[in-house]
């Protein structure tokens, strides 16, 4: 004979909400669902339909944010193809996401828009990308009131008097020092850089002096302000660190969900691509990568890596094959 659960046994079985229960009945999701009354009954043995919106962490409300910078290498249009590799409601529960090569954080942006991670960890070796998360996550009111100021100069200016502006916001970027004091300053002058310079590159000299010319585009968005308030909102449950991606070793464990993004290897000396910070990801950096994957992947973490097929096979990423 077969036997039956309420819709709320079996949300509470599966680990979502009633609601989520009813609308999956409704979409005739659960083999043998019935109405009966107006209740769903559900056959105590079907299983809980694997479907990525039913992720645990599933968010009731979603927001929309973006990234705040645009970064070479960004992966916004990988996303669909990335966000399938997240957990879903049918698999074990990661409770966990680290990023430790962050960048621009196309794929953080979209979990941290519709999935409430337990703990998150970024990280990325650029400290001026870095600071710049960080005044967003602590000081995003006095950080928006420099951008609007700034972006109110530029964009009323002829093209003159903007390469003019452009080029003293960059002196004045390489030559401040990063410190509490001007970490507001510096995040202004960086994202106001990312945002009118050529294609949104961040490259650097040997010295780590920014060196990217200005862009041509037209009517720049420089204070994206509901973007930073939501973005600000969501980083106060983020651990944001400055450094190697090692260090977030201590962080990973069998419920996290690890996204590793690294450069590519420079295709030559001069090569600009990589050029993040000072420091070219060369070979011995994408060995010294596939010994950490192999190390975390001990673990039992779920470990996405994005890389070209040659990278692969060239670096022993074997874990990855
Ligand atoms: C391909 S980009 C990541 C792009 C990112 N997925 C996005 O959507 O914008 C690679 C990032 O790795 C960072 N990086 C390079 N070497 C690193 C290291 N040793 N430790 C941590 N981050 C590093 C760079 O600064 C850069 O932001």
């Known amino acids: 004979m077969l036997s039956y659960m309420s819709a709320k046994e079996a949300a509470e079985k599966w680990n979502i909400s009633q609601r989520r229960v009813a609308i999956l009945c409704a979409e005739n999701r659960i083999d043998g669902a019935m109405m009966v ?56 529960v990661l409770t966990k996401y680290c990023e430790p090569m962050v960048g621009g ?3 953080l942006f979209n979990v941290l828009s519709k999935y409430d991670f337990a703990e998150l960890y970024i990280g990325d070796i650029n400290a001026e990308l870095i600071n710049a998360y960080n ?101 106060q449950n983020v651990t944001i660190v400055c450094g190697d991606y090692s260090l977030s070793k201590e962080f990973i464990d069998k419920n996290t969900f690890v996204y590793l993004d690294p450069p590519y290897r420079p295709i030559s000396e001069t090569s600009a691509f990589t050029s993040y910070n000072a420091d070219a990801f060369d070979d011995s950096e994408q060995i010294r990568l596939s010994k950490f994957i192999d190390d975390i992947d001990a673990t039992g973490a779920k470990i996405v890596l994005t890389k070209c ?3 692969l096979k060239t670096y022993g990423f074997t874990n990855a094959l």
Request: proline share 4%; charged share 30%; aromatic share 10%.
């Open 135 to 235: 005044v967003i996550k602590k000081d995003v009111e006095r950080l928006i009131v420099r951008l609007k100021e700034m972006q109110m100069v530029f964009l009323p200016m002829d093209e003159n008097g903007r390469k003019f502006y452009y080029y003293s916001i960059r002196d004045k970027f390489n030559s401040v020092v990063l410190t509490d004091e001007t970490a507001v300053e510096k995040a202004a002058y960086f994202i106001f850089l990312n945002k009118t310079c050529f294609n949104g590159l961040y490259r650097v000299n040997r010295k780590g002096q920014f060196n990217v010319p200005m862009g041509a585009y037209k009517n720049p968005t420089i204070c994206d302000e509901e973007n930073l308030l939501n973005i600000s909102k969501v980083l």
């Open 105 to 107: 954080g196309a794929l």
């Open 309 to 311: 097929n040659k990278e």
């Open 37 to 92: 009354g107006n209740m769903w009954i559900i056959p105590s043995d079907a299983e809980k339909p694997i479907d990525k919106r039913t992720v645990r962490y599933e968010k009731e409300h979603q927001i929309t944010l973006k990234p705040f910078v645009k970064w070479v290498g960004g992966k916004g249009q990988l996303i669909d193809e990335l966000e399938k590799m997240l957990p879903s409601g049918g698999e074990r």
